[in-house]
């Protein structure tokens, strides 16, 4: 096989290890967005159902789901801004290099 064609294959599993980082990364998205759904349903179930309970004799249960929500915002939130940063940063990448080498070492250095 010449040097040639494995320069190429080189190029080409790099290119895919570039886009498979963009697909995962992309999955985090969608986990995170997924998960900072879940607070504002609990939210919406507690706003619709308040005419049934007075705070005080839910005040324990309230405070829980509360501590819930603010969890759960947290973590999705963090999801979806480290996946962000990471998508740009893989885009980044590709628009400054403009051929296999720069691509290669600035993968290596990130990795």
Not at 18 to 24: L, M, N, P, V
Not at 36 to 65: D, K, N, R
Request: glycine letters at 6%.
């Amino acid at each position: 096989m010449s040097d040639e064609t494995k320069d190429m294959r080189t190029t080409l599993a790099l290119i895919r290890t570039i886009d498979a980082e963009k697909r995962t990364h992309l999955a985090e998205l969608r986990t995170g967005i997924g998960i900072l759904a879940i607070p504002m349903s609990l939210m919406t179930i507690l706003i619709a159902t308040s005419e049934y309970y007075t705070i005080e004799s839910a005040l324990a249960f309230i405070l829980g789901v509360v501590i819930g929500i603010i969890a759960l915002s947290l973590v999705g939130g963090y999801l979806a801004i480290r996946a962000l940063i990471k998508i740009r940063a893989n885009e980044r990448l590709r628009k400054t290099c403009k051929d296999i080498t720069c691509l290669l070492e600035e993968h290596l250095k990130s990795s």
